[in-house]
């Protein structure tokens, strides 16, 4: 079983930075595109950043030029380094990955979530 597991949220003061990572464990086939989800308090999850298995990456447009999305597919891991952050990025994020598995099903697997609470 493929299991997704975040770590490196935390409460940050405003304009400062934080790093999450994503790691998928267990066995698998492949891992097709990795990404970053958030919800804030009474809001739906919202895609913020996706990274393809040859690295292609897009940022949505709220978080453009703050966030980076990175992935080390020998580690079967990827990273959102978050950079002047904002209150409004409070949320919990959550890291999302599409798996092939070992009988080429393809899955669609989420972690657990790590907050991010942006306050002074």
């Known amino acids: 079983q493929v299991q997704l597991v975040e770590s490196g949220g935390g409460l940050v003061q405003p304009g400062g930075s934080l790093k999450l990572s994503c790691a998928a464990s267990g066995i698998m086939w492949r891992i097709k595109a990795m990404a970053w989800y958030r919800q804030a308090p009474g809001m739906q999850r919202v895609l913020v950043a996706r990274?393809?298995?040859?690295?292609?990456?897009n940022v949505e447009d709220s978080v453009k030029g703050r966030f980076t999305i990175s992935r080390d597919n020998a580690k079967n891991t990827v990273y959102l380094q978050m950079n002047s952050l904002k209150p409004e990025d409070t949320a919990v994020y959550y890291c999302?990955?599409?798996?092939?598995?070992?009988?080429?099903?393809?899955?669609?697997?989420w972690g657990q979530g790590t907050l991010v609470t942006v306050a002074p």
């Open positions: 999302n990955a599409a798996v092939v598995t070992t009988s080429l099903r393809e899955v669609e697997i």
């Open positions: 990274a393809t298995s040859s690295s292609s990456t």
